[in-house]
């Protein structure tokens, strides 16, 4: 049983680009949530997505979007990329219809540098 | 792989005793907690939850201890191996939202 893959798990980017990352939940799983990591710190939401719509977000700005598929894979595009975005960027996902509030199970993340 | 903690709070423990790694968290309306350990270049890993009608839920060689009154949480390793080095998080949820706040995360470094 295949856990949550993401892709690329490196990426350097310049300043001002654009990037997507992407994520295939775990086999089974319909939620998926993305986190940032900086280093030596705790993952931040960025937001959720269910059903193909963002559901939830946290205190990050428009340059942060998203996208599921029909499939429940996810991907995060940021755009306009400044030196603070460089961090660990994971992928979470869940199971939510029926089974109530459970952990997520996460990926090993993408590492975005941004020179 | 790449550290995932280079600044945060660091346990020491000499393998085989225990370990006890603490949390605060921030919202008296959290109604489950989680410990995630994170291990360098891999994302966190799910050890041992807990809801808030609870005050202390028991795994294999973990308990975590929650204490709503001073919005406290603890996870205690017993026997401390060295595959316990990790970074851990403790991870809080707010009523159903399935959004996940994390603390800041405490290295755990097991001594020989």
């Known amino acids: 049983d295949a856990g949550v893959t993401q892709s690329p798990t490196h990426l350097i980017k310049t300043r001002g680009q654009q990037v997507t990352l992407r994520c295939s939940p775990k086999?089974?799983?319909?939620?998926v949530s993305w986190y940032q990591q900086a280093l030596g710190q705790g993952p931040q939401f960025i937001f959720q997505?269910?059903?193909?719509?963002?559901?939830q977000r946290g205190n990050f700005p428009d340059r942060f979007s998203g996208h599921q598929f029909p499939n429940y894979s996810s991907e995060l595009n940021v755009n306009a990329l400044l030196l603070g975005d460089s961090a660990l960027y994971l992928c979470?996902?869940?199971?939510?219809?029926?089974?109530?509030?459970?952990?997520?199970?996460f990926g090993s993340g993408t590492r975005l540098t941004v020179v | 792989g790449e550290s995932v903690g280079l600044h945060l709070p660091t346990l020491s423990v000499q393998e085989g005793d225990n370990s006890i790694i603490n949390c605060a968290y921030s919202?008296?309306?959290?109604?489950?907690f989680i410990w995630y350990k994170q291990e360098s270049g891999k994302g966190p890993q799910f050890i041992i939850d807990?809801?808030?009608?609870?005050d202390k839920r028991q795994g294999q060689r973990v308990t975590v201890l929650l204490n709503k009154t001073v919005k406290h949480l603890s996870l205690q390793i017993a026997a401390t191996q060295p595959g316990d080095s990790a970074v851990y998080f403790c991870?809080?949820?707010?009523?159903?939202?399935?959004?996940?706040?994390f603390g800041t995360g405490t290295r755990l470094k097991v001594l020989a």
């Open positions: 979470a996902s869940i199971l939510r219809v029926g089974q109530g509030v459970q952990g997520y199970t």
């Open positions: 086999s089974g799983h319909d939620t």
């Open positions: 997505y269910y059903e193909e719509e963002e559901r």
């Open positions: 919202n008296s309306a959290s109604d489950y």
């Open positions: 807990i809801r808030s009608n609870m």
């Open positions: 991870a809080e949820n707010f009523a159903g939202t399935y959004k996940y706040i």
